[in-house]
């Protein structure tokens, strides 16, 4: 497995020192200095003029001279001090006589004549200062920057080349996590399996002309075991698995991270059948509508979508991708040929995090453990939660001198992980499970009871990510396009038996219901201006509803007397719902208490468990 020492090639990159670029600079300035000011000295140099040039010359002051560049040089020894005077060379044929006889045997000192044709270095010196050198130094410089600049792209890339991103993302194939290693998520892992199957035998869709969905978008709180899920994805279709983060996509150069995604897809290409998995897609995949744009971010998602489009969905190539966010991702990502399956990974339940703790106790040595005891006490926290208290526990257990993992090291482990983490996440106290409870198994009741039916597939009382305590999930047997009065009315009957059940056992009323009040609300007014369904206003229109593909908002079309008058009827059709529920509830009181504490005890229950409990109390 090459994959995991080139996944991290930032980490064997040349280490970038931060004083070289201080070091380069300093050699630059003394260098130009060097080359454009060589001559002059850095002692101090007095401007004077030609006349007492000669004068000092005539007087045997003048020691030496220079002459060069139109600039005449001298040094005078006045006072025992040496001072060096400039002054400007004027077109005197007299001078160098002048200063030869002064330099003659005869005369009373001699002047040291410099340099009298102006300077001229060699040409082959030249050349070297001029061209040789710098372009030696700005090379060097070029290397520091582009080694530093791939250090932080995290890829051993050129970084000349802007075409290709350069960055390998390597394939790993052979991957051994399976779906075995991934507990509970029954139905996450059900979507998935098509996906594996159409791996395994792409001919077997494609030669009925099926394609089948490119992405299917991992949704779920942190710690469910998203990138877990996808990585079994892979592994159980033995398909090679290109994974990359979204924050690895966004660079430092607008265009790079829309190249690293052209790469990435032509690899995969290469590899087909494959599976591309983006994790924390929100990264990259943001909602575009910010007024503050990111250019390099939006560039990357276009390239995405792009390759999403572009891409033949026969070959085999299928985009997992992972979010805690996903209401936060561009509309554009969502829709059909993109990421159009959603699956939803939720916060385990009782069964699903005993599941959990089981996968994880197989990787430690234990004695027998209690799983119940230690699952009990974990409601609400998460897959990855679960592996730490395993962990802690087998750490613990090290730190006491024992060989194998027990009960009480799981128990002591849950406090240590979960006393942060019980705040953070919605944990139900024991009170507030009771109430969830009651309140659910209200709705379920009522809705039993009217229907002679099961309520729903499932009720849970395991927070959800959309905020919802519990949930009651209300699927009608069977697409239905029409429905009568009576089942309307009864829908709002149901929909107002939670708060019904927490009046009638706990003789209280909770925040838990207001979902259910909207709900209700929307049922009963649509009833009568909508549907017709009211003795006062007969078949006349009330309301009209203008934009049914956007949330359908509606407005009314009739008098403000009217208006108050339907509020007064909306109002009445809610209120003998509600006393509808609630004698509903009153009268089963004994399947309330039943259906209620098995789900605190299990905290899910599906929809034929409480039929059971229903049946067994109508026969007596
Ligand atoms: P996410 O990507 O959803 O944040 P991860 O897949 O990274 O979560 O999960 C982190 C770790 O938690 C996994 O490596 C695994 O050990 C554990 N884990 C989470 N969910 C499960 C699960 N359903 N079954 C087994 N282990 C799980
Ligand atoms: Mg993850
Ligand atoms: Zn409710």
Redesign the pocket.
């Known amino acids: 497995m090459e994959q995991d020492k080139n996944r991290q090639p930032s980490a064997n990159a040349p280490k970038v020192n931060p004083y070289m670029g201080f070091f380069w600079g300093i050699l630059i300035v003394l260098l130009l200095n060097g080359l454009i000011f060589p001559n002059i000295a850095k002692q101090q140099i007095k401007d004077t003029d030609y006349v007492t040039f000669i004068e000092k010359v005539d007087s045997g002051k003048v020691k030496e001279v220079a002459i060069e560049n139109g600039h005449i040089y001298f040094s005078t020894e006045e006072g025992g001090k040496t001072i060096t005077y400039q002054t400007g060379a004027t077109n005197d044929p007299r001078l160098v006589d002048r200063l030869l006889s002064a330099d003659s045997p005869n005369a009373s000192h001699k002047i040291a004549l410099n340099q009298i044709v102006p300077q001229e270095n060699s040409p082959i010196l030249n050349f070297f200062l001029l061209w040789v050198l710098p372009g030696l130094i700005f090379f060097l410089l070029w290397r520091q920057a582009g080694k530093s600049l791939q250090a932080r792209m995290g890829a051993g890339g050129n970084f000349l080349s802007f075409g290709n991103s350069g960055a390998k993302i390597y394939a790993e194939s052979d991957i051994k996590t399976s779906f075995a ?5 029954d139905e996450a892992k059900e979507t998935l399996t098509e996906i594996v199957d159409f791996l395994h035998n792409p001919t077997k869709y494609t030669e009925i002309g099926a394609s089948l969905p490119k992405g299917a978008l ?1 949704v ?12 079994a994805v892979a592994g159980e279709a033995k398909v090679p698995f290109f994974a990359i983060s979204g924050s690895e996509f966004v660079q430092m150069f607008v265009g790079m991270g829309a190249a690293k995604v052209r790469d990435l897809f032509k690899q995969a290409n290469e590899k087909a059948p494959c599976i591309i998995f983006i ?1 924390e897609i929100a990264a990259i995949g943001k909602r575009r509508d910010t007024a503050m744009g990111n250019d390099e971010r939006e560039q990357t998602l276009n390239q995405l979508l792009t390759e999403m489009d572009g891409f033949d969905g026969r070959k085999g190539v299928v985009i997992l991708a ?1 979010t ?1 966010r996903p209401e936060s991702l561009d509309k554009a990502l969502l829709r059909p040929g993109r990421f159009d399956r959603r699956v939803q ?1 939720e916060l ?1 339940d009782l069964e ?1 995090r005993k ?2 703790l089981a ?2 106790l197989k990787k430690v040595k234990h004695e027998t453990i209690d799983m119940d005891i230690v699952a009990r006490a974990t409601a609400g926290s ?7 208290i395993v962990n802690e526990a087998a750490l613990r257990a090290v730190r006491l001198g024992r060989k194998t993992v027990t009960t009480s090291d799981l128990e002591e482990s849950v406090e240590t992980v979960l006393a942060g983490a019980q705040k953070k996440n919605a944990v139900l106290s024991d009170t507030e499970k009771k109430l969830v409870a009651y309140h659910e198994i209200g709705h379920a009741l009522v809705a039993a009871m009217q229907t002679h039916s099961a309520p729903g597939p499932k009720i849970t009382i395991i927070p959800r990510t959309s905020g919802a305590l519990g949930y009651t999930m209300q699927v009608e047997s069977g697409e239905r396009f029409l429905l009568d009065k009576e089942e309307l009315f009864n829908r709002v009957v149901t929909l107002t038996g939670g708060r019904s059940a927490e009046e009638v056992v706990f003789g209280t009323v909770t925040t838990g219901a207001s979902n259910d009040i909207e709900q209700a609300t929307k049922l009963a007014r649509a009833m009568v201006t909508r549907y017709g369904m009211s003795e006062r206003y007969d078949m006349m229109g009330l309301e009209t509803v203008n934009n049914a593909y956007l949330g359908g908002d509606s407005s009314l079309t009739c008098s403000s007397e009217t208006a108050s008058d339907i509020d007064r009827e909306v109002l009445n059709v809610i209120k003998e719902a509600h006393e509808k529920a609630k004698s509903i509830i009153a009268g089963h009181m004994d399947i309330m208490r039943q259906a209620a504490s098995y789900l605190i005890e299990k905290e899910t229950i599906t929809g034929d468990e409480f039929m059971k409990i229903v049946r067994k109390h109508e026969k007596d």
Do not use: C, W, Y
């Open positions: 290693d991934v507990a509970g998520q991992l779920g709180p942190p710690g469910t075991g998203k990138t877990l899920i996808a990585r994790d992972a805690n990974m385990p699903g599941a959990i996968v994880h998460s897959g990855a939660e679960l592996a730490n």
